[in-house]
């Protein structure tokens, strides 16, 4: 399968392109910066249509679209950075008559929820313009897979790390602050340590790659651990496996955190979908 994959050099691109080369599927990537790699790459800004000026002549039996701007900033300037790119891709496929698309939006676009594990069926409400843009994105999504009868699978993945992590969130702050015997501070809430998903972005990337496989219309999936786990549970890991002297403190907030975990068994009846990575193995690997 020839396959063209956004955002080919961040996080997941950049662990998700040499899985697809395992598998034999001949793959080139957007990038909106000139970039090494053993695989194709293609400059493009898409913030600009101008892909099929650039990619005229090559014929594509998909496309994975990854890339986006993650960073908090004014909702103009997000709009710009994340629907109008998603848009531009999707004039490329209908354009191209390209009839597979995966679109990997995020745990974000959900309203916070007082039952949990949260399922696909629950609101979407965003409380931030990051988590709109997203929830926006799909809908466009959607709207090209009715109207020119494009196979689209919407990912809603969830709090991604593993090779690759930013060093600048929050897993990667904590195992550099304990690996250098520097402070930690933890947040406990009126109703404890938020609870979060965290998922292995090797397991994100065996997700992405079962959506390729899947011949549904239209379908939106959870990829998650589907187990929900703290800041603590993190700290755990790093004592179980680093020797440290950060000194870890506790502020009590007086306020209630919104917890994030996720149902993930239409992924696993719909996708064959499993994790495989537990945060303990994922976390070890870091380490290492």
């Known amino acids: 399968m020839r396959i063209l994959v956004s955002g080919c050099t961040g996080f997941i691109g950049s662990n998700l392109v040499p899985e697809l080369q395992k ?44 890339a986006a701007d993650t960073n908090e900033k004014d909702l103009p300037s997000m709009l710009n950075e994340n ?11 209908r ?16 309203s916070p929820s007082k039952i949990l594990p949260i399922k696909e069926n629950f609101p979407t409400r965003p409380f931030t313009n990051y988590g709109l843009t997203k929830l926006l994105s799909e809908n466009l999504v959607s709207y090209y897979s009715s109207k020119f009868n494009l196979r689209a699978i919407i990912l809603r993945v969830s709090v991604t790390y593993g090779n690759g992590y930013p060093k600048k969130n929050t897993i990667g702050k904590f195992i550099n602050n304990y690996k250098n015997s520097m402070p930690i501070f933890l947040h ?9 998903d965290l998922v292995n972005v090797y397991d994100v990337c065996d997700a992405i790659i079962k959506a390729l496989a899947s011949r549904k219309k239209c379908a939106i999936y ?16 790093l ?7 950060s000194k870890i403190s506790v502020k009590d907030i007086e306020k209630e955190a919104p917890h994030f975990y996720y149902d993930i068994e239409t992924a696993r009846k719909k996708l064959n979908f499993e994790p495989k990575i537990s945060l303990e193995e994922g976390i070890t690997n870091l380490l290492q």
């Open 23 to 66: 598998l034999g599927h001949d793959v080139e990537g957007i990038s909106r910066k000139p970039a090494n790699s053993d695989h194709k790459i293609h400059t493009v800004d898409l913030r600009f249509n101008h892909l099929t000026e650039k990619i005229r002549t090559t014929n594509f039996d998909a496309i994975i679209h990854l």
């Open 83 to 93: 629907v109008v790119t998603t848009l531009n891709i999707l004039e490329f496929a």
């Open 95 to 110: 354009e191209k008559n390209i009839k597979k698309f995966v679109f990997v939006s995020g745990h974000n676009v959900y």
């Open 188 to 196: 406990r809430y009126k109703n404890g340590f938020q609870k979060v």
């Open 222 to 237: 959870n990829i998650a651990s589907g187990k929900p786990a703290t800041v603590k549970d993190v700290i755990k890991i």
């Open 239 to 245: 004592k179980n496996n680093i020797r440290s002297d």
